[in-house]
T-cell receptor, first 113, second 113 residues
Framework: DVKVTQSSRYLVKRTGEKVFLECVQD?????MFWYRQDPGLGLRLIYFSYDVKMKEKGDIPEGYSVSREKKERFSLILESASTNQTSMYLC????????????FGSGTQLSVL | KQEVTQIPAALSVPEGENLVLNCSFTDSAIYNLQWFRQDPGKGLTSLLL?????REQTSGRLNASLDKSSGRSTLYIAASQPGDSATYLC????????????FGKGTLLTVNP
């Protein structure tokens, strides 16, 4: 069965902390994505990667960075967490070419206090 | 820039009813369109993907259609069940978007026993 695993289901952090969100997929997908989901705003793309060590900014990259050292793992980094980064973070992966479905992890609910 | 709209934001129906969820998009040069299901506090599950060259896709009681000329897609659910209660999101990928999907904000469906 296809699997995208996010390391934490719930996280509580303090303002100013550096936060790492980890995502691992077991489907050998080239593409990986980080979204955040907020009530009333829907899903917004933060960053995506189409290959190892490759990354592109999404619609809201400010305050975030990413790392993809291995094909199966895509990490989202909040350099200095702020309260407006409290959100549900969703990782996803897919094959390239636009003919394959997008697979999501179960999400990480991050609260920044 | 692609914009995706879903109306209504919420829908409540009695069990057994056939129903249609609507999705509209602004860029007719759409590459593909996916319908997702999201249960509360969980990630998204892709239900159906329609390529731009296709008119519809079917899976069990679900049928999704795509009309590029009118900028519309519909998700038809036959013989609805309480277990169908969830938020349904559509997302479109435009040509040249480098695999980035634009999501609608979803329709919250409640099927009452």
């Amino acid at each position: 069965d296809v699997k995208v695993t996010q390391s934490s289901r719930y996280l509580v952090k303090r303002t100013g902390e550096k936060v790492f969100l980890e995502c691992v997929q077991d489907m050998d997908h080239e593409n990986m994505f980080w979204y955040r989901q907020d009530p009333g705003l829907g899903l917004r793309l933060i960053y995506f990667s189409y290959d190892v060590k490759m990354k592109e900014k999404g619609d809201i990259p400010e305050g975030y960075s990413v790392s993809r050292e291995k094909k199966e793992r895509f990490s989202l980094i909040l350099e200095s967490a702020s309260t407006n980064q409290t959100s549900m973070y969703l990782c996803a992966s897919s094959f390239p070419g636009g003919r394959e479905k997008l697979f999501f992890g179960s999400g990480t609910q991050l609260s920044v206090l | 820039k692609q914009e995706v709209t879903q109306i209504p934001a919420a829908l409540s129906v009695p069990e057994g009813e056939n129903l249609v969820l609507n999705c509209s998009f602004t860029d007719s040069a759409i590459y593909n369109l996916q319908w997702f299901r999201q249960d509360p506090g969980k990630g998204l599950t892709s239900l159906l993907l329609i390529q731009s060259s296709q008119r519809e896709q079917t899976s069990g009681r679900l049928n999704a259609s795509l009309d590029k000329s009118s900028g519309r897609s519909t998700l038809y659910i036959a013989a609805s069940q309480p277990g169908d209660s969830a938020t349904y999101l559509c997302a479109g990928e435009s040509g040249g978007s480098n695999y980035k999907l634009t999501f609608g904000k979803g329709t919250l469906l409640t099927v009452n026993p």
